[in-house]
């Protein structure tokens, strides 16, 4: 057996953050890490040693630490994550500012305005929104039944009454108006290089097509049948493709389109009046 310092330093060799070596040494023991730090010198037993030595492994062959330890916070929730579902970003919650802000102007006088996340995953968006603007009647959809399943037990976990339905896009959703849709779609490229680190996740929840804009098409070009007067649609994508995603908005008849920065100064998200 070896002591909490030992572990830790052979873990920090090894090639893993010592952030993300003691967050996942406080998960295999069950201490918090200001205790572990505290007690480096202490000794870890048989079974949560082995189950560090293993999870670190796999951190050190570049699996997101949220699917080590099962959990990812976002926008001040707790959330489950898996293998079935996207790791929630940071400047994912650009996105939910962008939709409290439309929540808090332009749809203030509504008494439960529809709001719909088209590939909700883990439900992190939808699951913000609802808990943010508890009067917002919250639809989430997503392609894969088992994403749904992740989204439907943080619902559930977190008490929060939002509708989740397995639907590719807006297919699933005939004769439904919202009057503010978001989305977080696959938006890089299909021959990216950049994906091969990204492995560990849903290639179905970050590629898509040639240019990345397949997802970012089908939602914009299929709004307009989904959307009531005055509402609007509010996506992230890449980085660099905020001029595109502007011009496909344009293109189908949404008003001044305009694009947010994210944390790093890039523009993350763009959205439209209808």
């Known amino acids: 057996m070896s002591s909490v310092r030992q572990l830790l330093q052979a873990a920090h060799a090894g090639g893993v953050d010592k952030l993300d070596a003691h967050l996942l040494m ?43 330890l099962g959990e990812k916070e ?48 883990s439900g992190a968006i939808a699951l913000a ?20 399943t992740v989204a439907r037990q943080n619902a559930e976990a977190l008490q ?11 297919q699933g959703m ?21 994906l091969a680190a990204l492995r560990h996740e849903p290639t179905m929840a970050l590629a898509s097509g040639l240019d990345g804009l397949d997802a970012m098409r089908i939602i914009i ?15 992230e994508h890449g980085h660099d493709q905020a001029v595109q995603v502007q011009a496909l908005l344009t293109q189908s008849g949404f008003q001044l389109p305009q694009s947010r920065h994210d944390l790093a100064a890039h523009l993350r998200c763009t959205g439209g009046r209808r």
Do not use: M
């Open 26 to 68: 406080a998960f295999c023991t069950g201490h918090s890490r200001t205790r572990l730090i505290a007690h480096d010198d202490s000794t870890v037993t048989a079974d949560p040693e082995a189950q560090f030595t293993r999870l670190v492994t796999r951190r050190a062959q570049g699996e997101p630490l949220a699917y080590l």
């Open 74 to 121: 976002f926008h001040g929730l707790s959330l489950k994550v898996n293998t079935d579902v996207l790791v929630p970003r940071p400047d994912t919650e650009v996105l939910v500012e962008w939709a409290l802000d439309v929540l808090r102007t332009t749809l203030s006088a509504h008494p439960a305005p529809r709001v719909i996340d088209l590939g909700c995953g």
């Open 129 to 148: 929104v609802k808990h943010a603007w508890p009067r917002a009647r919250v639809t989430a959809v997503d392609a894969s039944a088992q994403a749904l």
């Open 160 to 170: 929060l009454d939002v509708r989740f339905e397995l639907s590719d896009w807006w």
């Open 174 to 194: 005939a004769g439904q108006r919202f009057d503010l849709a978001l989305s977080n779609p696959p938006y890089i490229a299909a021959n990216d290089p950049h």
């Open 221 to 235: 070009d299929g709004a307009g049948a989904h959307l009531n007067k005055n509402s609007w649609l509010l996506l």
